[in-house]
């Protein structure tokens, strides 16, 4: 049941969250949970029946082959699939232990409390400082939004960089730059959770390196879902791990599934499922 | 160094050119052609538009433009030819025109790329296409026989209420046949709407999934999402539709010729009768002779002027509209 403080349903005039403070029915450890969550694009079940946890202060890694639906249920966990025609969300995806897909909780509100970075860095094309104080601007922050800004930029690594080209265009930063704005501007509005979704599948390994390390601080405040193709990056940043595959009824149809989920170092080492097996040994996808 | 001691076998390959390259150069001097051919066109409408007008300016001087009074054939003197009063009406019609067209044009094409639902929006865009294909005549005698009489109670209303304010209550002064700027206005408002919706439509429709994703992603309410994500990203688009409807309301002629109410007239009461350039150039162009059609003419090369000085102001504009929004790259 939902707790009081986690008001889904309307939007505050002020609303600054500070993480780390979650409470709730749920078990104090896992901040989000799936309970049986079938995703469908029309008629077309994409991801059928999952069910896990996302805990606290901690890396969740949603890793498997393409098509296998893992981003699918990343979008699913802040309602970002809602604006896509024809999308619908079966199950429970819990926050806090209420249940983001009722029908008096409001998507807007959803999101500032679960924040997401995208695959492909997509600053919005205005100066730096206005991309990271767009978030606080809709979110009614008002006064001291150099301090905001600041805040968010030195949390995510990027204040050295920029802070004597403020007014310069987004869009003249490096490729991880802009990610990392990017993430300045999800934790600006200080979101609980963050969904990241292949977010260094555009970058070179060096920025790659840097944004890992990022996500590693940011565990000290938030909670992070990422999903990535890449399963060395899964091993070294997240705490737990879930396996998704692709799945082929008798109709011919693929249908993305959860396979295994378990802390990283027991997926990566001793996994209980051959498929999981396979595919972190290579042997397939 | 083995690279370099290569056997020159592979180099004939490299200066070769095939039958792709005979494409290329004919490709690329037709797009010469027909870019310079434009050029070319507007330079001798230019040429030749002044020196079929040089009577009148040259009788008139700067006092064409700074002129506000249009006295062709005189009981005594000189015949006068000043444009100011038309150029005045043509710039009143058309800023009303924009001021009802582009929020209804914006409003249309957000509603169409952003809200309304996909089956809709076929027939939706087929019917705003529907209303650019009216030709111009259809929408004055519409005007003239409809439009123009059943908003006089109107305009008699808004005087009533508005006319004695201060300085405001100027715009709505006497009302008169109905056939005045407002009108005029209206009319123009109605024709350069689909122009301006079909582009908006365009560059709002150009705005990637990523930033709007981006913008609700963080909390955006739909027209959050609009004002981050989608303006800053069109406005130059935006302008560019606004300015193609503008020089289609400045240009044009017959729709305007029958509402605007053909009188010689500057004034701030937009219910009262005026002329614009063009209009006047359509009214009068049959019964004129001699320096009189050069100044008609004179009128021509004045709208043509006006419409290029605007077109050029609103680039400055765009520049640094986005320049100033978009931070500066370098």
């Given at each position: 049941?939902?707790?009081?403080?986690?008001?889904?349903?309307?939007?505050?005039?002020?609303?600054?969250?500070?993480?780390?403070?979650?409470?709730g029915?749920e078990?104090?450890?896992?901040?989000?949970?799936?309970?049986?969550?079938?995703v469908?694009?029309g008629?077309?079940?994409?991801?059928?029946g999952t069910?896990m946890?996302i805990q606290q202060?901690q890396?969740t890694?949603?890793?498997?082959?393409s098509g296998?639906?893992?981003?699918?249920?990343?979008?699913?966990?802040?309602?970002?699939?809602?604006p896509?025609?024809g999308?619908?969300?079966?199950?429970?995806?819990?926050?806090?232990?209420?249940n983001?897909?009722?029908?008096?909780?409001?998507?807007?509100?959803?999101?500032?409390?679960?924040?997401?970075?995208?695959?492909k860095?997509?600053?919005?094309?205005?100066s730096?400082y206005?991309?990271?104080?767009?978030?606080?601007?809709i979110?009614?922050?008002k006064?001291?939004?150099?301090?905001?800004?600041?805040?968010?930029?030195?949390?995510a690594?990027?204040?050295d960089?920029?802070?004597?080209?403020?007014?310069?265009?987004?869009l003249a930063?490096?490729?991880?730059?802009?990610?990392?704005?990017c993430?300045?501007r999800?934790?600006?509005?200080?979101?609980?959770?963050?969904?990241?979704?292949?977010p260094?599948?555009?970058l070179?390994?060096?920025?790659?390196?840097?944004?890992?390390?990022?996500?590693?601080?940011?565990?000290?405040?938030?909670?992070?879902?990422i999903?990535?193709?890449?399963?060395?990056q899964?091993?070294?940043v997240?705490?737990?791990?879930?396996?998704?595959?692709?799945e082929v009824?008798?109709q011919?149809?693929r249908h993305?599934?959860?396979?295994?989920?378990s802390?990283?170092?027991?997926?990566?080492?001793?996994?209980?499922d051959k498929r999981?097996e396979?595919?972190?040994?290579?042997?397939?996808? | 160094?083995?690279?370099?001691?290569?056997p020159?076998?592979?180099?004939?390959t490299l200066?070769q050119?095939?039958?792709?390259?005979?494409?290329?150069?004919?490709?690329?001097?037709?797009?010469?052609?027909?870019?310079?051919l434009?050029?070319?066109v507007?330079?001798?409408?230019l040429i030749t538009?002044?020196?079929?007008?040089?009577?009148?300016?040259?009788?008139?001087?700067?006092?064409?433009?700074t002129?506000?009074?249009?006295?062709?054939?005189?009981?005594?003197?000189d015949?006068?030819?000043?444009a100011?009063?038309?150029?005045y009406g043509t710039a009143?019609?058309?800023?009303?025109?924009?001021?009802?067209?582009?929020?209804?044009?914006?409003?249309i094409?957000?509603?169409?790329?952003?809200?309304?639902?996909?089956?809709?929006?076929?027939?939706?865009?087929?019917?705003i296409d529907?209303?650019?294909?009216v030709p111009?005549?259809?929408?004055?005698?519409?005007?003239?026989?409809v439009v123009?009489?059943a908003l006089?109670?109107?305009y008699?209303?808004?005087?009533?209420v508005?006319?004695?304010?201060p300085?405001?209550?100027?715009?709505?002064?006497p009302v008169g046949?109905?056939?005045?700027?407002?009108t005029?206005?209206?009319i123009?408002?109605?024709?350069?709407t689909?122009?301006?919706?079909?582009?908006?439509?365009?560059?709002?429709?150009?705005?990637p999934?990523?930033d709007?994703?981006?913008?609700?992603?963080l909390?955006?309410?739909r027209?959050e999402?609009?004002?981050?994500?989608?303006?800053p990203?069109?406005?130059?688009?935006v302008?560019?539709?606004?300015?193609l409807g503008l020089g289609r309301a400045?240009?044009?002629t017959?729709?305007?010729?029958l509402?605007?109410?053909?009188a010689?007239?500057?004034?701030?009461n937009?219910?009262a009768?005026g002329?614009?350039?063009a209009a006047v150039?359509?009214?009068?162009?049959?019964e004129?002779t001699?320096?009189?059609?050069a100044?008609l003419i004179g009128l021509?090369?004045?709208?043509?002027?006006?419409?290029?000085?605007i077109?050029?102001?609103?680039?400055?504009?765009v520049?640094?509209?986005?320049?100033r929004?978009?931070?500066?790259?370098?």
């Amino acid at each position: 049941m939902a707790s009081n403080d986690t008001n889904l349903t309307t939007r505050p005039s002020v609303a600054v969250h500070t993480p780390g403070t979650a409470t709730g029915a749920e078990s104090a450890a896992s901040v989000m949970r799936l309970r049986d969550v079938s995703v469908y694009y029309g008629s077309y079940e994409a991801v059928r029946g999952t069910s896990m946890p996302i805990q606290q202060n901690q890396v969740t890694a949603m890793i498997g082959p393409s098509g296998c639906g893992k981003s699918t249920v990343l979008r699913a966990l802040n309602r970002m699939n809602d604006p896509i025609p024809g999308a619908r969300v079966s199950g429970d995806v819990l926050f806090h232990g209420q249940n983001l897909y009722a029908r008096d909780v409001d998507p807007i509100q959803v999101r500032r409390r679960i924040g997401m970075v995208f695959q492909k860095p997509n600053p919005f094309p205005k100066s730096i400082y206005d991309n990271v104080a767009y978030g606080l601007r809709i979110n009614g922050i008002k006064g001291r939004l150099d301090d905001h800004v600041e805040e968010a930029l030195t949390q995510a690594a990027l204040w050295d960089e920029v802070k004597d080209k403020l007014r310069k265009s987004a869009l003249a930063l490096s490729g991880g730059q802009q990610q990392r704005l990017c993430i300045a501007r999800t934790i600006a509005v200080k979101p609980e959770v963050i969904l990241m979704d292949e977010p260094c599948s555009a970058l070179d390994p060096i920025a790659t390196a840097k944004i890992e390390d990022l996500i590693f601080e940011l565990t000290n405040d938030y909670t992070i879902v990422i999903v990535t193709h890449n399963m060395q990056q899964a091993a070294r940043v997240s705490h737990y791990t879930a396996f998704f595959t692709a799945e082929v009824d008798e109709q011919q149809e693929r249908h993305g599934r959860l396979v295994e989920f378990s802390q990283t170092g027991k997926l990566f080492t001793n996994p209980a499922d051959k498929r999981t097996e396979d595919y972190i040994t290579g042997r397939f996808g | 160094m083995t690279l370099t001691k290569n056997p020159p076998a592979a180099k004939p390959t490299l200066t070769q050119r095939g039958s792709s390259a005979l494409g290329d150069r004919v490709f690329s001097w037709w797009t010469l052609g027909t870019g310079l051919l434009v050029l070319a066109v507007l330079g001798l409408i230019l040429i030749t538009t002044v020196r079929e007008a040089w009577p009148a300016f040259d009788a008139m001087g700067l006092r064409f433009i700074t002129e506000r009074v249009w006295d062709p054939n005189p009981a005594t003197g000189d015949a006068i030819f000043g444009a100011l009063s038309f150029a005045y009406g043509t710039a009143v019609s058309s800023l009303i025109a924009l001021l009802f067209a582009v929020p209804v044009s914006v409003g249309i094409a957000l509603f169409l790329t952003e809200l309304a639902p996909r089956r809709l929006r076929g027939p939706a865009v087929t019917v705003i296409d529907l209303l650019a294909a009216v030709p111009s005549v259809v929408f004055g005698l519409w005007g003239i026989l409809v439009v123009a009489p059943a908003l006089v109670p109107f305009y008699q209303w808004m005087h009533d209420v508005l006319g004695g304010v201060p300085l405001l209550g100027r715009l709505f002064g006497p009302v008169g046949s109905g056939r005045n700027f407002m009108t005029a206005g209206l009319i123009l408002a109605i024709m350069v709407t689909p122009i301006i919706t079909s582009i908006t439509r365009e560059v709002f429709s150009t705005v990637p999934r990523a930033d709007k994703d981006a913008a609700l992603a963080l909390g955006a309410t739909r027209w959050e999402m609009i004002r981050g994500a989608v303006f800053p990203h069109s406005f130059g688009g935006v302008v560019g539709a606004v300015m193609l409807g503008l020089g289609r309301a400045m240009g044009e002629t017959i729709a305007v010729a029958l509402v605007i109410g053909g009188a010689t007239n500057i004034t701030a009461n937009l219910f009262a009768p005026g002329n614009s350039m063009a209009a006047v150039i359509v009214q009068q162009f049959g019964e004129s002779t001699g320096t009189f059609t050069a100044a008609l003419i004179g009128l021509g090369v004045v709208l043509f002027a006006m419409t290029v000085l605007i077109n050029v102001f609103a680039q400055v504009v765009v520049r640094r509209a986005e320049a100033r929004m978009k931070g500066s790259v370098a």
